[in-house]
């Protein structure tokens, strides 16, 4: 298979097996399911190390806007927490 | 543009789910289900992006260019009836891309190569005048330049830049394994896409991903080797190479 077939379907594993996982737990937070989403598809990411410079760049960038996404849901449970919401 | 099918999965897959997300979520009122569908939507960009970071150049073409380029090289070997196999230097004895020798008398000594081989079709390697070889860059031998870190000596550094280079860059094979035995190496190529041929040029170079694997290997060790044997058995290519001086 493929590295770029077997990334992605490692990818849609991962993301089933998290959200069966957390639906079998009751977990009605979707901020909980996406932010461990994106720490499991940063640390596929990473562990993918044979990629070619060129695709290594181009998910950074895709990594990049997931960790942004991840840091807003971060900085607003901080502030509910905090009370300011 | 259209037709990779990366693309195609990646716009599939984001715009089911950025239609599913807000049903999932306003109308079935269900957070599972709204996650499945924001992991669509993870999975459809990151699709998007490997079709994005895929070379533009049809396999079919990259085929072609590189059959062609080995009908030349095959054209010229048999033309002089060269049959010896190829040596393959490690960068300390070359300039440029990856090399190749192939001796027009006698085996080479690689103990009487003196220098770097220069950028030449016909070189001298040593001080008799027989001590003359034909130098081809060897097939994929560009893509050793691209190597961020230089493979080491041990099976580990040079399994992991072969599996760097065949899986990751060229996305030639599955994955490779080596193992080092005094002065042989034996690699194994799982699921590789170019297969032995029983041609002149083959015997002579070797497959272009034996190519490939005895360049990164001699740079690895930093001593010539050359392909003693290559068979393809059960889905996979086994390749032995032999360390020389």
């Given at each position: 298979?493929?590295?770029?077939?077997r990334?992605?379907?490692f990818?849609v594993?991962v993301?089933?097996?998290?959200?069966?996982?957390?639906?079998f737990?009751?977990?009605?937070d979707?901020?909980?399911y996406?932010?461990v989403?994106?720490?499991?598809y940063l640390?596929?990411?990473?562990l993918?190390?044979?990629?070619?410079?060129?695709?290594r760049?181009a998910?950074?960038?895709v990594?990049?806007?997931?960790?942004?996404?991840?840091?807003v849901?971060?900085v607003l449970?901080v502030?509910?927490?905090?009370?300011?919401? | 543009?259209?037709?990779?099918?990366?693309?195609?999965?990646?716009?599939?897959?984001?715009?089911?789910?950025a239609?599913f997300v807000?049903v999932?979520?306003?109308v079935i009122?269900s957070?599972p289900?709204?996650?499945i569908g924001l992991?669509?939507?993870?999975?459809g960009?990151t699709?998007i992006?490997?079709?994005t970071a895929?070379?533009?150049i049809s396999?079919e073409a990259?085929?072609?260019?590189?059959e062609?380029g080995m009908?030349?090289?095959?054209?010229?070997?048999?033309?002089?009836?060269?049959?010896?196999k190829?040596?393959?230097?490690?960068s300390?004895?070359r300039?440029?891309?990856?090399?190749?020798l192939?001796?027009l008398?006698?085996?080479?000594?690689?103990?009487r190569?003196?220098?770097?081989?220069?950028?030449?079709?016909?070189?001298?390697?040593?001080d008799?005048?027989?001590d003359?070889?034909?130098a081809?860059?060897?097939p994929?031998?560009t893509n050793?330049?691209?190597?961020?870190?230089k493979p080491?000596p041990?099976s580990?550094e040079?399994?992991?830049a072969?599996?760097?280079v065949?899986?990751?860059m060229?996305d030639?094979?599955?994955?490779?394994?080596?193992?080092?035995?005094e002065?042989?190496?034996?690699?194994?190529v799982?699921?590789?896409?170019?297969?032995?041929e029983?041609?002149?040029?083959?015997r002579?170079m070797?497959?272009p991903?034996a190519s490939?694997?005895a360049s990164?290997a001699s740079d690895?060790i930093?001593k010539?080797?050359t392909?003693t044997e290559?068979?393809?058995?059960?889905g996979?290519s086994v390749?032995?190479?032999e360390?020389?001086g």
């Amino acid at each position: 298979m493929r590295i770029y077939n077997r990334y992605l379907l490692f990818l849609v594993l991962v993301s089933c097996l998290i959200d069966i996982l957390l639906a079998f737990t009751h977990q009605t937070d979707i901020a909980v399911y996406f932010t461990v989403s994106v720490i499991a598809y940063l640390i596929i990411t990473i562990l993918f190390i044979y990629f070619s410079p060129k695709t290594r760049k181009a998910l950074s960038l895709v990594s990049v806007i997931f960790l942004a996404g991840f840091m807003v849901v971060v900085v607003l449970k901080v502030m509910e927490v905090l009370g300011f919401k | 543009m259209t037709n990779n099918p990366y693309r195609l999965l990646g716009i599939g897959l984001t715009f089911a789910g950025a239609i599913f997300v807000p049903v999932a979520y306003f109308v079935i009122n269900s957070i599972p289900l709204t996650a499945i569908g924001l992991s669509s939507i993870m999975i459809g960009f990151t699709s998007i992006t490997l079709a994005t970071a895929r070379p533009q150049i049809s396999p079919e073409a990259s085929q072609m260019i590189l059959e062609t380029g080995m009908e030349n090289i095959a054209a010229l070997l048999e033309e002089l009836g060269l049959t010896r196999k190829a040596i393959y230097l490690p960068s300390s004895m070359r300039t440029g891309n990856a090399q190749a020798l192939i001796p027009l008398g006698e085996g080479i000594d690689v103990q009487r190569i003196k220098g770097k081989i220069p950028r030449r079709l016909i070189v001298r390697y040593g001080d008799n005048p027989g001590d003359m070889a034909i130098a081809v860059t060897a097939p994929g031998g560009t893509n050793l330049n691209k190597m961020e870190i230089k493979p080491g000596p041990t099976s580990g550094e040079i399994e992991q830049a072969i599996n760097y280079v065949l899986t990751g860059m060229l996305d030639l094979a599955n994955s490779v394994e080596v193992r080092i035995s005094e002065k042989q190496l034996y690699i194994e190529v799982i699921g590789p896409r170019l297969h032995y041929e029983n041609v002149w040029y083959y015997r002579c170079m070797g497959s272009p991903i034996a190519s490939i694997v005895a360049s990164i290997a001699s740079d690895g060790i930093g001593k010539p080797v050359t392909i003693t044997e290559e068979n393809y058995q059960n889905g996979k290519s086994v390749i032995q190479l032999e360390v020389l001086g």
